[in-house]
């Protein structure tokens, strides 16, 4: 393991577009055709607007949208800032192919910040932005067809304990449909490690009848980060 990994004190909130989702959970217009979907922890990423721009039906959640836009994006762009500052001081540990460059990887962070804003204020008074965080979701039982978690679950491992994520995994099967998926990534810790709990918890979800697959991710960035995990209702 590189002794070099990203250092973050509590959850950071994330900015990631809708062509980011596609590479890093390989998705097809099949699969985002079947909704509706629902991003979780989804911070100020802006995969709901562009989805729902393209004609899908999605919606995300995450505690931040308990904020006003301005706190938001306040908010957002000192996130911003700081990751770039630490990106900058590990920078040859990542995988650059997609995004090419540090300045270009912070350009696509603003942009995508920007269309979430803009998305989140035009939807003011609708159900597209809820307020919530796992492992409870203000949802109904099997409302999804597809439930996406990205750069959440399995991240923060040193924060969140066995049970947390255990209930977390749960609750994002309770809201997806009967031959749905949920969709998860990465499957390591912010030090690069394979989350130590996880063949114990994809036990649990087989005793639960729930089908696991690992993808093959096409976002490469983390290191030696390559897989997500597909759990089909």
Known sequence: MNKQHYEQVGVAMTCRS?????????????????????DVASGASSFTAEAC????QAQAADPLYSMDAESICEHGLREIELSTQKLDGIKDVYDWSYYGTLERHRALREQSLERFIEDFQRSEGSDRYKAAGLPELPFDNDTFSLV???HFLFLYQEQFDEEFHLRAVRELLRVCRKGGRVLIYP???LR?????????LLDEMK???ITVEMGTSELVFIPGSREFLSLKK
């Open 148 to 150: 996406l978690c990205s």
């Open 207 to 209: 005793s639960d009848e």
């Open 192 to 200: 690069w490690d394979r989350y130590p709990k996880l063949d114990s």
């Open 18 to 38: 809708f062509a980011e989702y596609e590479l890093m959970f390989a998705l097809d217009r099949a699969l985002l055709q079947e909704g509706p979907i629902l």
């Open 53 to 56: 721009a393209r004609g899908y």
């Open 187 to 189: 499957l390591l810790s």
